[in-house]
Antibody, heavy 117, light 108 residues
Framework: QVQLQESGPGLVKPSETLSLTCTVS????????WTWIRQPPGKGLEWIGY???????KYNPSLKSRVAISLDSSKNQFSLKLTSVTAADTAIYYC???????????WGQGTLVTVSS | EIVMTQSPATLSVSPGERATLSCRAS??????LAWYQQKPGQPPRLLIF???TRDTGIPARFSGSGSGREFTLTISSLQSEDFAVFYC??????????FGQGTKVEMK
């Protein structure tokens, strides 16, 4: 059973870069679509983007100019970078995976990232 | 971007009763529709994909129906562990994949 775990700073200053890593265990990263989804406290879900094991990426157009997702198959990890953050980027960030872009059956527990000086 | 609209925002139901949740897409998504359940402090859990296919281990009391623009999630007999927020999600036209705003199912 695939398990995912997010890691990274819980506090980021405005205008800086948010960086998170997701470690995949119980399965190979060389399959599935690996996705980042976020959820502002008390609000709904927002799809950030995905990376396929081949390296193909797609991003939410609303974030496209600021986001990058990468993959390190040697470490069974994929990562998220979001530049020029503001308070609006404060959210629980989930890494997730599934057999297609939209079908997400494996989720990390989520990590709260707060943007504040 | 396809906008997903869920109704009602909150549904008050007694244990053992039937719950019916609705999801409408701003344009057709065929059957590329998933439902997720989220409990407080937990990540979402996939219930249904392909509009009507239950994920592995999901109880039969959860059923999904619909195609095109109109979808329904039905919980035939609510159990205490079912109270949560439910999200629909389209994956027909992306990026971006989009979610509804959620329906909270609370105990009456």
């Amino acid at each position: 059973q695939v398990q995912l775990q997010e890691s990274g700073p819980g506090l980021v200053k405005p205008s800086e870069t948010l960086s998170l890593t997701c470690t995949v265990s119980g399965g190979s990263i060389n399959s599935y679509y690996w996705t980042w989804i976020r959820q502002p406290p008390g609000k709904g879900l927002e799809w950030i983007g995905y990376i396929y094991y081949s390296g193909t990426t797609k991003y939410n157009p609303s974030l496209k100019s600021r986001v990058a997702i990468s993959l390190d198959s040697s470490k069974n990890q994929f990562s998220l970078k979001l530049t020029s953050v503001t308070a609006a980027d404060t959210a629980i960030y989930y890494c997730a995976g599934g057999p297609t872009v939209g079908v997400v059956f494996a989720w990390g527990q989520g990590t709260l990232v707060t943007v504040s000086s | 971007e396809i906008v997903m609209t869920q109704s009602p925002a909150t549904l008050s139901v007694s244990p053992g009763e039937r719950a019916t949740l609705s999801c409408r897409a701003s344009q057709s998504v065929s059957d590329n529709l998933a439902w997720y359940q989220q409990k407080p402090g937990q990540p979402p859990r996939l219930l249904i994909f392909g509009a009507s296919t239950r994920d592995t281990g999901i109880p039969a009391r959860f059923s999904g129906s619909g195609s095109g623009r109109e979808f329904t999630l039905t919980i035939s007999s609510l159990q205490s562990e079912d109270f949560a927020v439910f999200y629909c999600q389209q994956y027909y036209d992306w990026p971006p994949v989009t979610f509804g705003q959620g329906t909270k199912v609370e105990m009456k």
